[in-house]
């Protein structure tokens, strides 16, 4: 059985979990480590699943992912459970084909209807609650078999071209369009036809589209700016609010200085461009800047990669230079340094006490000239704490600390930040959306933006590939995020819900409550089980049996 992943459970007669297969792993008697936070001995599997016992087979969804399964008898008692996560590609393709202004409709080798676009459905008004599965074309459609263009493809196993189609719909309707039909075949067997159809509206809408396409094309050439990028400087800090700026300031006034700096801010609030801006603000910016994400780099790689490698210390190495010789008299910035494991972080105090290092294998230390700037994405006291950064390297790299505040604590930004980011990405779309509608930015102003700056970024590009207009409205936000506007909206009323006492008891109240207290928090965490029951602070498995009780479906 082949997935992303399979599992196979064996419940017996006293219910108890006996097998666990995880990929091509099978193991006897134990837990798969997916599993072992909360999978016990003496549990029916539809205790911890949605499955009906009286169902043999079906699909339900579990964490966020969706499942099938089929129950089969074992040789011993009991049942074997076979879950099988799923994909999301047929829904993908629908999506994908429903936004294709032409019409597209798939048929089988026999011409029965397997597929028809929202485009197509609209063409020959079809209502979109008509199942057109497993009808045949003819009955569709009043047109001549001999001259049709999709019997004819199937008839010849040949690709129709443009041709011209005039035929009635079921409803009398009569409809002239230009269709072009492949047929598609698999080793070297015909399975169907693929039409695309084409009316004059259609046609009149894609030559717009590409007169817009062409213009931009046209504007880009002379008017985008220089696209070398040669670093971030302070100019490219964005925003006026005080917590911004007060951390600009500290910035600007130890740049020209030696001392390591230990930026502080969670994902997404800037830390490299404040480090680049250290960097090109000192009398290091001659000289290089180089960055290591600690938490993008296998611990395995970390140490060579920094301190560089010596020919014939392992199989296949060679004398190649590390990043610490790289920035030779210059900056070396380590991102996220607290994600780095204690070893490699006591290697690196050695060498920044010593001012030198040896390459992995090497017998020769090598003396260094270089400025730390290292960064935290938590509080790195709370690091020490948790035993995730030695105390001693943490006061030797931050002779000067800097907090970066997160977006929502300098939310007047917001709107500073967002016609920044449409002035500078203009020239990449064909729709130059520049204007904002309050309701968008209502709903930006209330968000809490756990991405920060960079989620911002992301959300207004993907508006900008949604939107088909000058003003940004709700209908082109992600749909996260208008999750997260129903959420609260929703939460406001809850109270209000439950001022009559008529006709009710405490239980039903209480129930009610809660069925809307989980709906909300679903939603609010994007219907993220893990992260739900931890703001709930409640297991998961409890939310899960919440879920099923008040029949949620997420």
């Known amino acids: 059985m082949k997935a992303f992943y399979d599992i196979c459970f064996t419940t017996n007669e006293q219910y108890q979990f006996l097998h666990v297969q995880y990929g091509d792993i099978y193991i006897e008697n134990t837990y798969a480590p997916l599993f072992k936070n909360w999978i016990s001995y003496q549990r029916h599997i539809t205790s911890v699943f949605p499955i009906a016992e009286e169902d043999t087979s079906g699909e339900f969804v579990w964490d966020g992912d969706s499942f099938s399964y089929e129950r089969m008898d074992a040789p011993n008692q009991g049942f074997y459970y076979f879950l099988v996560k799923q994909n999301h590609l047929e829904d993908l393709l629908i999506q994908t084909l429903n936004l294709i202004t032409d019409g597209v409709q798939i048929y089988d080798e026999n011409g029965y209807a397997l597929f028809f676009n929202q485009a197509s459905r609209k063409l020959s008004q079809i209502p979109p609650t008509l199942d057109i599965r497993g009808r045949h074309l003819l009955d569709l459609f009043a047109l001549d078999e001999q001259i049709s263009t999709t019997m004819t493809a199937l008839r010849t196993k040949s690709p129709v071209i443009n041709r011209v189609d005039n035929f009635s719909t079921s409803a009398g309707v009569s409809i002239a ?62 925003g006026n609010g005080e917590n911004l700026q007060k951390a600009v300031r500290i910035a600007r006034k130890i740049a020209p200085q030696n001392n390591s700096v230990l930026l502080v801010g969670e994902t997404g609030t800037g830390k490299e461009i404040f480090a680049q801006s250290i960097h090109r603000c000192s009398p290091r910016k001659d000289k290089k800047f180089v960055a290591l994400n600690c938490a993008a780099i296998p611990e395995t790689l970390i140490e ?18 590390g990043y610490f010789e790289e920035a030779e008299g210059g900056t070396l910035f380590l991102d996220e340094m607290n994600s780095m494991s204690l070893a490699m972080q006591s290697k690196i105090l050695r060498a920044l006490q010593e001012n030198s290092f040896r390459r992995v294998g090497g017998q020769k230390d090598i003396s260094m000239d270089v400025r730390i700037i290292s960064s935290c994405n938590k509080d790195p006291f709370l690091c020490i704490k948790e035993n995730e950064l030695r105390k001693d390297l943490f006061y030797r790299l931050s002779t000067v600390m800097i907090e970066l505040p997160p977006l929502r604590n300098h939310k007047e930004d917001l709107e500073e930040l967002i016609q920044y980011h449409l002035r500078s990405t203009v020239f990449q779309y064909v729709h130059s959306s520049t204007e904002i509608s309050p309701e968008v930015m209502e709903l930006f102003y209330h968000y809490d933006w756990p991405g920060n700056v960079r ?21 082109h936000l992600p749909s996260y995020l208008l999750k997260t506007k129903k959420a609260s909206e929703t939460l406001k009323k809850v109270p209000d819900t439950f001022c009559s006492f008529q006709n009710t008891s405490l239980q039903n109240m209480m129930d009610e409550y809660e069925h809307e207290i989980l709906c909300s928090a679903l939603e609010h965490f994007g219907y993220n089980i893990t992260k739900t029951a931890d703001a709930l602070g409640i297991r998961r498995q409890s939310l899960q049996y919440r879920i099923h009780k008040y029949g949620i479906h997420i």
């Open 455 to 475: 989620e911002l970024f992301h959300v207004l590009d993907y508006v900008r590939n949604i939107s088909d207009g000058n003003t940004i409205l709700l209908e």
């Open 304 to 321: 060579s990669l920094l301190f560089g490698t010596q020919k014939g210390s392992f199989t296949g190495s060679e004398n190649k230079v």
């Open 177 to 238: 369009s230009v269709n072009t039909s492949y047929p598609v075949s698999k080793d070297n067997e015909l399975i169907g036809a693929i039409v695309f159809e084409q009316t004059q509206n259609i046609i009149d809408c894609s030559k717009e589209k590409m007169a817009q396409a062409e213009k931009a094309l046209r504007d880009f050439q002379p008017n985008t700016p220089p696209t070398r990028f040669s670093g971030y400087t302070f100019e490219h800090i964005i």
